[in-house]
């Protein structure tokens, strides 16, 4: 007696700059949450302690980097300019960072439609 299996579908293989962007995108999320702790609802409560203090601080910076490197990484991938795309990010922050995440994440599905219809 034979049973047969199902597999199930595979999925795409994620690209090197989505994997670059999904990583700028999730450090991006930490570096707006710690720079929340220091506003005002949240500001007393971060600031009651030194450790809680030096260690948003701390995540804050961690992030911040870790975003710029996988941005910068992202636009080399994607053969844009690595210091166009970190300066537009670092001067706008963090309203230019999101910015720059939709728009590398554009090109990158806009390139990714153009490779599909070159290859029909």
Do not use: K, N, Y
Not at 9 to 20: F, G, H, T, V
Request: hydrophobic residues 60%; aromatic residues 6%.
């Amino acid at each position: 007696m034979h049973h047969a299996t199902a597999t199930a579908p595979a999925l795409p293989a994620e690209s090197p700059s989505q994997r670059a962007l999904s990583v700028a995108t999730a450090a991006l999320v930490v570096a707006v949450a710690c720079i929340a702790m220091f506003l005002p609802p949240l500001l007393e409560r971060t600031l009651d302690s030194v450790w809680r203090t030096v260690l948003v601080g701390v995540t804050l910076g961690a992030a911040m980097l870790l975003h710029w490197a996988f941005l910068g990484i992202a636009a080399r991938h994607l053969g844009r300019s690595v210091l166009g795309w970190v300066a537009l990010s670092l001067l706008l922050f963090p309203v230019g960072s999101a910015a720059a995440l939709m728009l590398l994440g554009w090109f990158r599905s806009a390139g990714d439609s153009d490779a599909g219809t070159a290859a029909a």
